[in-house]
């Protein structure tokens, strides 16, 4: 079975500081995807990005950054620079690889609540 | 692109009454839609996988016969809550993707999600 751990429940930081949400797994297979999913206070989650467990280069996405390590078995999240738009829920998933059967369903962490302070 | 819509954002009913909820992607044919319930400040909890033709997979704890979902077409589902009660109240989301090999595939997009609350 698979694991996600979002240790962090709440964190609070003033704009323009860098934050970073933890994010730690566990699954005993070696093809796996990773992902980050933003909720914002209107509920739809939004698609962040995806992982494959082979690749382990860090992603930059403008002031979204991501830390990819098969090592400690984290995918950490880094937003630079914080803006009042990024206060959300941000959660941490996994799943299995279309088999050929089965439904490949998502693992969710519990989720880390951002809010961002003006 | 991958585009979720569900209908209605939010619907207030009476006790015992039926309500649907449908979830629709827009621009890409989704072969899995999944159902998940959200409590307040809690994570997703699966409800139930549906692959286009075939019947739902519910969790285990998801009553089938109280939570009708059906997948009739590649880009719509639609989950009816019967007999609703106020224990059902909750936000309900959908996500779809494309069953598939490729990455891309292994993707779930989400809609907006359904507030159901039951007076």
């Known amino acids: 079975a698979q694991k996600v751990t979002q240790a962090q429940t709440e964190i609070s930081v003033v704009e323009k500081e860098d934050v970073t949400l933890d994010c730690v797994y566990e699954?005993?297979?070696?093809?796996?995807?990773l992902f980050w999913y933003k909720q914002p206070p209107s509920g739809e989650l939004v698609f962040l990005i995806r992982?494959?467990?082979?690749?382990?280069q860090n992603e930059i996405s403008g002031r979204y950054s991501w830390n990819f390590q098969k090592s400690t078995s984290s995918f950490n999240f880094t937003i630079t620079a914080s803006q009042v738009v990024d206060s959300a829920v941000y959660f941490c998933?996994?799943?299995?690889?279309?088999?050929?059967?089965?439904?490949?369903?998502?693992?969710f962490g519990k989720g880390t609540k951002l809010s961002v302070i003006p | 692109g991958a585009v979720v819509s569900q209908h209605p954002s939010w619907v207030i009913c009476k006790s015992g009454t039926s309500v649907k909820i449908e979830c629709r992607s827009l621009d890409f044919q989704a072969t899995t839609m999944f159902w998940y319930r959200q409590f307040p400040k809690q994570s997703l909890m699966l409800m139930a996988t549906?692959?286009?033709?075939?019947?739902?997979?519910?969790e285990q704890g998801v009553e089938k016969d109280k939570f009708l979902i059906n997948h009739a077409s590649l880009t719509l589902s639609t989950l009816t809550v019967t007999s609703a009660h106020p224990e059902d109240s909750s936000f309900y989301i959908c996500?779809?993707?494309?069953?598939?090999?490729?990455?891309?595939?292994?993707?779930?997009?989400f809609g907006p999600g359904t507030r159901l609350t039951v007076l």
């Open positions: 996500s779809a993707s494309v069953r598939g090999w490729y990455p891309e595939q292994n993707t779930q997009y």
């Open positions: 699954t005993r297979d070696t093809t796996y995807y």
């Open positions: 992982r494959n467990s082979f690749d382990e």
């Open positions: 549906s692959n286009e033709g075939s019947k739902a997979t519910y």
């Open positions: 998933a996994l799943t299995l690889p279309y088999s050929g059967a089965g439904s490949y369903q998502l693992t």
